[in-house]
């Protein structure tokens, strides 16, 4: 049987808070739902989960208030107990009890409407994750700000208070500080969502469309050369695990996988010397698939690693480690050059070593770098990559570097 129990949350040193609930089933399900009913958390009973009862305080609003918390927990609990499926989540719980206490006004709330859209779009996991977070960064804006965002009124104004909240989170909470770019995507996904509701005759709202996103400002791509590429795979490496990660982080140099399609791999992938698939990101729109010979480098790797697993590749870690392993692959390496970039956060240049600033995605980038210096062919190289023809992030691929201005400097030597 499921336990609902209420608690608050508070940092503040004065001023009402929300009662909040949490439902558990066992180890495996822990739901959380923040309540539109506030208390002055001086007077919460956080043992017996009510008012206090040995203060002076109105009758009228102790019954009210302890009559919400056993009427939400109620609540609560019947929506669980009576479901219809096994896949649960805090989201699809706060969904129902909308649709349980507004009926009808649920179905116009953009948090909602993000399930709807998730269940009825053919979408990879991967994306599906990204709108999550999107829609959890938006249960987070109405319990700050104490609004409800419903289709008929979202607007400009509200799309730039969404803007400033994500922005000025990581001031009031753990997150982390948000650049401009992860912003906009953040509100090209709420935008997306929105756009649905309009095309499936949801909402007739287009006021939304008037907040200007901005663009998104990326620097030049930076990689690592073919010479530094074969100086990290023909290092030794200080522990067996290192040598594994170092050896998956070079065969992805070799092949120019995102790291998304890299740890979905397995033995089916590889298909008469060629690593074939199809990749996750663009799957769901114009599925293309992507064949790569392997180098001698990339048979030898896979070779070696072919006992390792039963179907998959290679034994991965968690992708943060894999990043901070190829970090300190890098440094013992002495890989360790100045790079200059744009800050995520600030979009501002910055100098820093190559080695600190890389992840998985540097090997993405030393594949197609280093390819289009030898062969300056975008469409053969794209039709390894799975850029679209007008990708502008391919096009960042593309640019003309120092090595290919002296090329051309020397032609009229």
């Known amino acids: 049987m499921p336990t609902v129990t209420a608690f608050i949350r508070t940092t503040k040193s004065k001023g009402k808070v929300r009662i909040r609930f949490r439902l558990t089933d066992g180890r495996a399900v822990q739901l959380f739902h923040i309540s539109e009913q506030e208390i002055e958390p001086t007077i919460w009973d ?53 649709r349980a206490i507004w009926g009808e006004r649920q179905i116009k709330s953009v948090v909602g409407l993000f399930d709807q859209f998730l269940d009825e779009r053919d979408i990879s996991d991967g994306r599906k994750k990204q709108y999550k977070v999107v829609q959890r960064s938006l249960v987070r804006f109405e319990e700050y700000t104490g609004t409800r965002l419903i289709i008929d009124s979202i607007n400009a104004d509200t799309m730039r208070n969404i803007d400033a909240f994500l922005s000025e989170e990581y001031t009031i909470s753990a997150a982390k500080k948000r650049g401009k770019n992860t912003r906009i995507d953040k509100l090209k996904k709420l935008m997306a969502v929105l756009n649905w509701a309009y095309e499936k005759g949801l909402s007739t709202n287009t006021e939304y469309k008037k907040y200007n996103l901005g ?24 522990t067996p695990e290192l040598a594994n990660q170092r050896d998956i982080f070079i065969f992805q140099c070799h092949t120019g996988c995102r790291v998304s399609d890299l740890y979905g791999f397995t033995k089916d ?20 698939t992507i064949k790569i010979p392997l180098t001698a480098t990339a048979k030898e790797i896979l070779k070696r690693h072919s006992k390792d697993c039963e179907k998959s590749l290679f034994k991965y870690i968690n992708k943060p480690d894999y990043n901070e392993n190829i970090r300190e692959i890098m440094r013992i390496c002495g890989i360790t050059r100045n790079i200059v970039r744009l800050n995520p956060t600030t979009r501002e240049p910055e100098t820093l070593r190559i080695c600190d600033a890389a992840s998985s995605h540097i090997a993405r980038r030393t594949f197609i770098g280093n390819l289009y210096k030898k062969v300056k062919d975008p469409n053969l190289i794209s039709s390894m990559t799975g850029h679209g023809v007008n990708s502008k992030a391919f096009a960042r691929y593309r640019e003309i570097d120092d090595d290919i201005k002296t090329q051309t400097i020397k032609l009229i030597e």
């Not at 043992?47 to 919400?68: A, P």
């Not at 663009?215 to 200080?238: C, H, L, Q, W």
């Not at 010397?273 to 663009?282: E, N, S």
Request: with cysteine; aromatic share 10%.
């Open 215 to 238: 663009t998104t400002v990326y620097g030049s791509p930076f990689y690592i050369t073919i010479e530094e590429r074969d100086k990290i795979y023909n290092a030794t490496m200080p």
């Open 46 to 98: 956080s043992q017996k989960q009510c008012v206090k009862s040995k203060i002076v305080f109105s009758e009228t609003e102790r019954n009210k208030i302890n009559g919400f918390v056993s009427a939400r927990k109620k609540l609560i609990s019947d929506i669980y107990l009576n479901r219809t499926y096994n896949k649960v989540s805090s989201e699809w719980l706060n969904s129902e009890i909308g």
């Open 269 to 288: 992938n590889i298909v008469n010397g060629h690593l074939v698939y199809i990749a996750r990101k663009t799957k769901e729109g114009n599925p293309v």
